[in-house]
């Protein structure tokens, strides 16, 4: 299943990038489906019990950027949905953003990333997934000019 992330405006300041919806709904329906074969049935086997487990923790996980104009800041936010951790960074830290293409995870599939880079050198990335190179770059550019800094080449 792909789960690559998708980019929304969430407000006119502020630009998202996320697991879809449909990534929720798809682990939810799956971790409702067994719960209801494991309580209904009244026996607990290890195998559907974990697998429910893993379902919702899938369901409760979240990976989100947001890119905020108003406050000029950058917010990453990971974990679970109630333990997540949140960084954020100021715009004014930046140096500028650039489209690359990661390190691959299958044989011949290349991963599209958003590379943010800071003044100081750091780098992070935001892993979009795969995809057509040239939409990812105009991801890219749609993130620097939202946040009014820099498109790297």
Request: glycine share 8%; net charge positive; hydrophobic share 50%.
């Amino acid at each position: 299943m792909e789960y690559t992330q998708r980019i929304q405006a969430v407000s006119p300041a502020v630009l998202r990038i996320g697991l879809p919806l449909s990534f929720r709904i798809l682990f939810g329906a799956f971790t409702l489906f067994m719960g209801s074969i494991m309580f209904v049935d009244g026996s607990v086997a290890i195998v559907p019990f974990l697998m429910f487990l893993i379902a919702l923790g899938a369901t409760l996980f979240v990976n989100e950027w947001d890119f905020d104009s108003e406050r000029a800041e950058i917010r990453h936010r990971i974990g679970w949905l109630v333990f997540s951790r949140m960084t954020a960074l100021s715009v004014s830290e930046l140096s500028g953003v650039r489209h690359t293409i990661g390190t691959a995870r299958r044989p011949r599939q290349a991963v599209n990333c958003v590379a943010i880079e800071t003044r100081a050198g750091r780098r992070l990335t935001v892993d979009l997934g795969p995809g057509r190179a040239r939409d990812m770059e105009d991801v890219a550019r749609l993130i620097a000019r939202h946040l009014e800094i820099d498109f790297l080449p």
